[in-house]
Nanobody, 124 residues
Framework: QVQVVESGGGLVQPGGSLTLSCAAS????????MGWYRQAAGKQRELVAG???????NYVDSVKGRFTISRDNAKNSVYLQMNSLKPEDTAVYYC??????????????????WGQGTQVTVSS
């Protein structure tokens, strides 16, 4: 019913910048929020940044002042601009969409959908 696809990952040097993109598609009636999570090797997945339907944003402390999350509602997309990247930012980044999905012509359901992940590697 819903597909979430990330792009924009890659290899970047410390101090460099990278922009991640995420697009949700399918039978989406409404998007309540979208966010970016990351999971480093051997570590637990954590929320990096999120943006609500009202435009409110939140960030994990380690990326505040360096990362910016934004959205384009017309495209059902969310972006993560990452500046001043550090080796500690190396992880697989996942997009999550909190959406209202049209199941039938009379019923919709709310759910969370994940993208497949995109690798971000910060290294010299």
């Amino acid at each position: 019913q819903v597909q979430v696809v990330e792009s924009g990952g890659g290899l970047v040097q410390p101090g460099g910048s990278l922009t991640l993109s995420c697009a949700a598609s399918g039978s989406i009636a409404n998007i309540y929020a979208m966010g970016w999570y990351r999971q480093a090797a051997g570590k637990q997945r954590e929320l990096v940044a999120g943006i609500s339907s009202g435009g409110r944003t939140n960030y994990v402390d380690s990326v505040k002042g360096r990362f910016t999350i934004s959205r384009d509602n017309a495209k059902n997309s969310v972006y993560l601009q990452m500046n001043s990247l550090k080796p500690e930012d190396t992880a697989v980044y996942y997009c999550n969409a909190d959406v209202l999905v049209t199941v039938t012509d009379y019923r919709s359901t709310r759910g969370y959908y994940w993208g497949q992940g995109t690798q971000v590697t910060v290294s010299s």
